[in-house]
């Protein structure tokens, strides 16, 4: 019996899905250069073909990765933004959620690896990896400055103190995924980049 039209979109959407995470995977351990479509697709346990039927070039399926990743730090960090609770819960609520992402080496961690092998490679500079890092770091700035007026985070400029956080975040990641072992890390140390001590 033929396939619906509706089945065949699900069928399509998974195997879209599929290769999106395989190919942020594959780009996080080997770089946007070190790519061959040709690996990639092995790698994702596909045919070459099956690829190029959902992107024409490695290069749209790159674009396509971070435009979702652009989508996902907008819709993830305006929500907590808007949320109204204190700076420092915010703080915990987006150290905690990260770290989980990290320690189960989920595909929001090898984003970050991946994001850290394109400044490596100078394939950073574009408008979609300016939006990845943009939103975030202006989303914790915003949260810095809340906290700082409501005495709970470290006095400093509140973009620089929301990159570094990033920055270790990004390393965290790289550490965690490059690691045979799966290592825990100690929230707290996290925070304090952050907030003032008790």
């Not at 790289?174 to 304090?192: A, E, H, T, V």
């Amino acid at each position: 019996m033929p396939k619906t039209k509706i089945q065949c979109e699900e069928i399509r959407e998974k195997m879209n899905k599929k290769i999106i995470e395989g190919a942020i995977i594959y780009f996080a351990k080997n770089g946007y250069a070190g790519t061959k479509i040709s690996q990639l697709a092995k790698s994702i346990g596909i045919g070459q073909g099956t690829l190029y039927n959902y992107f024409t070039s490695k290069e749209e399926l790159f674009l396509e990765i971070l435009k979702k990743l652009k989508l996902q730090n907008e819709s993830g960090f305006e929500n907590l933004a808007k949320v109204q609770i204190d700076a420092e819960s915010k703080i915990k609520l987006i150290s905690e959620s990260i770290i989980k992402e990290i320690e189960n080496k989920t595909i929001t961690a090898y984003l970050f690896v991946l994001n850290i092998r394109m400044i490596e490679e100078g394939t950073i500079d574009n408008v979609f990896t300016k939006s990845y890092e943009n939103v975030p770091t202006k989303i914790l700035e915003d949260i810095i400055l809340q906290g700082q007026s409501e005495g709970r985070v470290v006095n400093g400029d509140a973009y620089k103190l929301a990159d570094y956080y990033w920055s270790v975040v990004h390393t965290l990641a790289l550490m965690n995924i490059n690691s045979k072992q799966n290592k825990n890390i100690d929230q707290n140390w996290l925070d304090r980049i952050l907030l003032k001590d008790r």
